[in-house]
Nanobody, 127 residues
Framework: QVQLVESGGGLVQAGGSLRLSCAASGRTLSNYAMGWFRQAPGKEREFVAAISRSGGSSYYAESVKGRFTISRGDAKNTVYLQMNDLKPEDTAVYYC????????????????????WGQGTQVTVSS
């Protein structure tokens, strides 16, 4: 079983940048397709970005496309989410998640696709 811990959240002004990290223990992250999700107060958890096991395929929600980048640092057993040009509507708790995918090129975009979750990190964007 893999354990996930997110970090890198914080308070930033609109237009600023943050890089979130998701560090894994217990298993090697290269065996998992990974995703980032977020949940704002009073809203359902929503998909943000996903990356395949190989790192060769990625997918983004329309709301973050062109601003956010998901990447893998398998040597560090970590997945990243680089967030640029942040907007107040990006304010949420951000979660990383892992899917023990058997296909190296698959990615997943729904909450139910993921078996393992971190505890989340708060991102607040002020206007």
């Amino acid at each position: 079983q893999v354990q996930l811990v997110e970090s890198g959240g914080g308070l930033v002004q609109a237009g600023g940048s943050l890089r979130l990290s998701c560090a894994a223990s217990g298993r090697t992250l290269s065996n998992y397709a990974m995703g980032w999700f977020r949940q704002a107060p009073g809203k359902e958890r929503e998909f943000v970005a996903a990356i395949s096991r190989s790192g060769g395929s990625s997918y983004y929600a329309e709301s973050v496309k062109g601003r956010f980048t998901i990447s893998r640092g398998d040597a560090k057993n970590t997945v990243y989410l680089q967030m640029n040009d942040l907007k107040p509507e990006d304010t949420a708790v951000y979660y990383c998640a892992a899917n023990p995918s058997y296909g190296s090129s698959y990615y997943y975009s729904t909450v139910g696709d993921y078996d393992y979750w971190g505890q989340g990190t708060q991102v607040t964007v002020s206007s």
